[in-house]
């Protein structure tokens, strides 16, 4: 048995500060709602009202709202067909991301009444993608014999038919108006990171298009063109080394790219007439909307509302509804209309979530280029407890949002620090890309620069670091104990990879398709690889106490690796750890337990640091 995580009842003892960070995560919030195409009052969205997140509808006409999902280990996923006479969750298994898609009627089932499966015949597995058209929906499932394509033709008895399978990773990818292509995005020639295009015809199936940018170089269908009978499809590609827009004609075999004058990266959505494009702008931490007119080229700037854009959609009537938030204010669902009046379009009951302190932006120099991070800092000057925050992934990146996370750590007294290392998104393809055949040790490069400007700078106290992430990040922390044990007084690793090598042959088909594209082959090919990237493999040398926090029905990390782990840490014998293990997958969408989560980890960081004198 491995020592339980102590959980303290508060954090605080002033209770005015104890109550403001639980309300951060207690306060509801909900996801931006999402409209049926040929229904747009009727809607769809998640929210944690109630303690758990879970799918929710709202009929704009009538302004009722119906919780529509119950399950102790939460529901995430939920779409609408385009009459939005149903709606469509996935149901999975206590968090375990396997499972299927159900449909009930958008008004509710009869009492006792369950869900009925929302595509005849098609087999249990992970999502692979989802189009729901007026005539047939297209699905994609993936197991460890590989990925499988379904269509089924909306009113028929019969089951679904495959339309595509491989042994590789593969997925669905755009639905054309009409609904008489299916664009599917595939790693047949090896390299489910950087995926290649191939368009089929639902009538028969057969294949009628290729694209393939060659080794390196991905293609990620984004839509298709919401004007029937229009077949231009939606592109992302990154031949001059960063993403970009493409726009291919299937039916003409032509290719008109979208070049924009911006910094970073773009990715991009139709507007309901296929006359524009509305354009997410990443840079540096922040998004924004743009609106590019396709005939004459013109990019105007969308003036939303301060802060972070997350999701947004355009309606008929060309308003953008879009979410927003910065680090130092909750996230708001609003409304942009087309003359410019820019509006709070719903707002969640109760009170809005405390605020936080705004993030400042760090450019360090790193062994691969310039670094950038973000500093969130507590009141009083600095050298401060700080805390390095890795994100996960790999290929994300710590943005200018608010965290109710971020936001319990510095109420805690601790300087928080972000760090997009190489791996992460937004900095072009060859920074996504320089972990290839080395992650692990070279995002880690990253964070080591960054922890020495922290340190010179006088913000970070030399002495008391702590290193903490979830996922890709937990790994990392894992990982930074061991092979950087000087830098930090303790790790904090929640859902992480512990011991690669058994993370891979556990892991769900798509991670292992991934990994092997990362890695340059399977454990199998290049052993020595997954060793170095291992945590498990420097267990002896860290010097740090851990802390792991484990899903029981992890699909993405899972548990066996991390077991491993701990009973290496046990056998030392000369070092203290703590586990917290949860009854969830790969983290968790029940507030208590979330809320758990970060008093335990903050505990055990001060409880770590407790007798540390200053660096």
Same mark, same amino acid.
């Given at each position: 048995?491995?020592?339980?995580?102590?959980?303290?009842?508060?954090?605080?003892?002033?209770?005015?500060?104890?109550?403001?960070?639980?309300?951060?995560?207690?306060?509801?919030? %909900?996801?931006?709602?999402?409209?049926?195409?040929?229904?747009?009052?009727?809607?769809?969205?998640?929210?944690?009202?109630?303690?758990?997140?879970?799918?929710?509808?709202?009929?704009?006409?009538?302004?009722?709202?119906?919780?529509?999902?119950?399950?102790?280990?939460?529901?995430?996923?939920?779409?609408?067909?385009?009459?939005?006479?149903?709606?469509?969750?996935?149901?999975?298994?206590?968090?375990?991301?396997?499972?299927?898609?159900?449909?009930?009627?958008?008004?509710?089932?009869?009492?006792?009444?369950?869900?009925?499966?929302?595509?005849?015949?098609?087999?249990?597995?992970?999502?692979?993608?989802?189009?729901?058209?007026?005539?047939?929906?297209?699905?994609?499932?993936?197991?460890?014999?590989?990925?499988?394509?379904?269509?089924?033709?909306?009113?028929?008895?019969?089951?679904?038919?495959?339309?595509? &399978?491989?042994?590789?990773?593969?997925?669905?990818?755009?639905?054309?108006?009409?609904?008489?292509?299916?664009?599917?995005?595939?790693?047949?020639?090896?390299?489910?990171?950087?995926?290649?295009?191939?368009?089929?015809?639902?009538?028969? #199936?057969?294949?009628?298009?290729?694209?393939?940018?060659?080794?390196?170089?991905?293609?990620?269908?984004?839509?298709?063109?919401?004007?029937?009978?229009?077949?231009?499809?939606?592109?992302?590609?990154?031949?001059?080394?960063?993403?970009?827009?493409?726009?291919?004609?299937?039916?003409?075999?032509?290719?008109?790219?979208?070049?924009?004058?911006?910094?970073?990266?773009?990715?991009?959505?139709?507007?309901?007439?296929?006359?524009?494009?509305?354009?997410?702008?990443?840079?540096?931490?922040?998004?924004?909307? +743009?609106?590019?007119?396709?005939?004459?080229?013109?990019?105007?700037?969308?003036?939303?509302?301060?802060?972070?854009?997350?999701?947004?959609?355009?309606?008929?009537? =060309?308003?953008?509804?879009?979410?927003?938030?910065?680090?130092?204010?909750?996230?708001?669902?609003?409304?942009?209309?087309?003359?410019?009046?820019?509006?709070?379009?719903?707002?969640?009951?109760?009170?809005?979530?405390?605020?936080?302190?705004?993030?400042?932006?760090?450019?360090?120099?790193?062994?691969? =280029?310039?670094?950038?991070?973000?500093?969130?800092?507590?009141?009083?000057? #600095?050298?401060?407890?700080?805390? +390095?925050?890795?994100?996960?992934?790999?290929?994300?990146?710590?943005?200018?949002?608010?965290?109710? %996370?971020?936001?319990?750590?510095?109420?805690?007294?601790?300087?928080?620090?972000?760090?997009?290392?190489?791996?992460?998104?937004?900095?072009?393809?060859?920074?996504?890309?320089?972990? &290839? #055949?080395?992650?692990?040790?070279?995002?880690?490069?990253?964070?080591?620069?960054?922890?020495?400007?922290?340190?010179?700078?006088?913000?970070?106290?030399?002495?008391?670091?702590?290193?903490?992430?979830?996922?890709?990040?937990?790994?990392?922390?894992?990982?930074?104990?061991?092979?950087?044990?000087?830098?930090?007084?303790?790790?904090?690793?929640?859902?992480?990879?512990?011991?690669?090598?058994?993370?891979?042959?556990?892991?769900?088909?798509?991670?292992?398709?991934?990994?092997?594209?990362?890695? =340059?082959?399977?454990?199998?090919?290049?052993?020595?690889?997954?060793?170095?990237?291992?945590?498990?493999?420097?267990?002896?040398?860290?010097?740090?106490?851990?802390?792991?926090?484990?899903?029981?029905?992890?699909?993405?990390?899972?548990?066996?690796?991390?077991?491993?782990?701990?009973?290496?840490?046990?056998?030392?014998?000369?070092?203290?750890?703590?586990?917290?293990?949860?009854?969830?997958?790969?983290?968790?969408?029940?507030?208590? %337990?979330?809320?758990?989560?970060?008093?335990? &980890?903050?505990?055990?960081?001060?409880?770590?640091?407790?007798?540390?004198?200053?660096?």
């Amino acid at each position: 048995m491995h020592p339980d995580a102590a959980v303290p009842d508060r954090l605080f003892d002033d209770d005015a500060r104890e109550q403001r960070w639980r309300a951060r995560f207690t306060a509801v919030r %909900m996801s931006r709602p999402e409209w049926a195409e040929d229904a747009p009052d009727r809607c769809v969205y998640t929210s944690n009202a109630g303690g758990t997140t879970e799918v929710h509808t709202w009929d704009r006409a009538t302004d009722l709202h119906r919780k529509v999902t119950s399950r102790p280990a939460g529901t995430h996923s939920a779409t609408l067909p385009p009459d939005g006479e149903h709606v469509w969750w996935f149901d999975d298994t206590d968090g375990d991301e396997f499972g299927r898609w159900v449909s009930e009627p958008f008004a509710g089932l009869p009492a006792g009444d369950r869900p009925a499966d929302a595509i005849p015949g098609v087999e249990d597995g992970y999502p692979a993608g989802l189009e729901i058209g007026r005539t047939l929906v297209a699905a994609g499932t993936s197991t460890d014999d590989g990925s499988r394509i379904w269509l089924h033709r909306n009113g028929s008895s019969g089951p679904a038919e495959i339309v595509y &399978e491989s042994s590789e990773d593969a997925g669905v990818g755009a639905l054309s108006e009409d609904e008489t292509l299916l664009a599917v995005s595939h790693s047949e020639h090896g390299d489910s990171r950087h995926p290649d295009l191939r368009v089929h015809r639902t009538s028969d #199936g057969a294949a009628v298009a290729e694209k393939s940018d060659g080794p390196g170089l991905g293609l990620t269908p984004l839509v298709f063109s919401p004007v029937p009978g229009d077949q231009r499809l939606l592109l992302l590609h990154e031949r001059r080394g960063r993403e970009e827009l493409l726009i291919w004609d299937v039916a003409a075999d032509t290719e008109t790219e979208i070049v924009l004058d911006l910094p970073g990266e773009v990715v991009a959505d139709f507007y309901p007439d296929a006359a524009a494009l509305l354009v997410w702008h990443t840079h540096a931490g922040r998004v924004r909307l +743009f609106r590019h007119d396709l005939a004459d080229g013109t990019l105007t700037e969308l003036p939303t509302a301060p802060g972070t854009v997350g999701s947004a959609e355009v309606r008929p009537d =060309g308003t953008v509804e879009y979410t927003a938030s910065s680090a130092a204010e909750a996230a708001t669902i609003r409304a942009l209309h087309p003359d410019g009046t820019d509006r709070v379009l719903v707002a969640p009951p109760g009170e809005r979530p405390p605020g936080s302190v705004p993030v400042r932006d760090v450019w360090v120099d790193g062994p691969g =280029g310039k670094v950038h991070a973000l500093v969130a800092e507590p009141e009083g000057d #600095g050298p401060h407890p700080t805390v +390095f925050s890795l994100h996960g992934g790999p290929h994300h990146a710590d943005e200018d949002r608010f965290s109710a %996370m971020r936001a319990a750590w510095v109420d805690a007294g601790f300087c928080v620090v972000e760090v997009n290392y190489r791996g992460s998104t937004g900095y072009g393809s060859a920074w996504r890309d320089a972990i &290839e #055949g080395r992650p692990g040790p070279t995002e880690l490069e990253d964070v080591a620069a960054v922890h020495d400007w922290a340190v010179s700078s006088g913000t970070a106290d030399p002495a008391r670091i702590v290193v903490e992430g979830w996922s890709w990040g937990g790994f990392l922390a894992l990982l930074a104990a061991g092979t950087q044990p000087d830098r930090w007084a303790a790790a904090i690793g929640g859902v992480p990879v512990a011991d690669y090598v058994a993370a891979f042959e556990d892991e769900m088909e798509q991670l292992r398709a991934f990994d092997r594209a990362l890695f =340059g082959g399977s454990p199998d090919e290049v052993l020595d690889r997954y060793r170095l990237a291992s945590p498990l493999t420097y267990v002896g040398d860290v010097r740090a106490p851990v802390l792991v926090l484990a899903g029981e029905n992890d699909p993405r990390c899972p548990i066996r690796q991390i077991d491993n782990y701990l009973d290496a840490l046990a056998t030392r014998g000369d070092l203290p750890y703590e586990v917290s293990r949860f009854d969830a997958g790969h983290g968790s969408l029940v507030v208590e %337990m979330t809320i758990r989560h970060v008093a335990t &980890e903050i505990d055990f960081a001060r409880r770590a640091l407790a007798g540390v004198r200053p660096g």
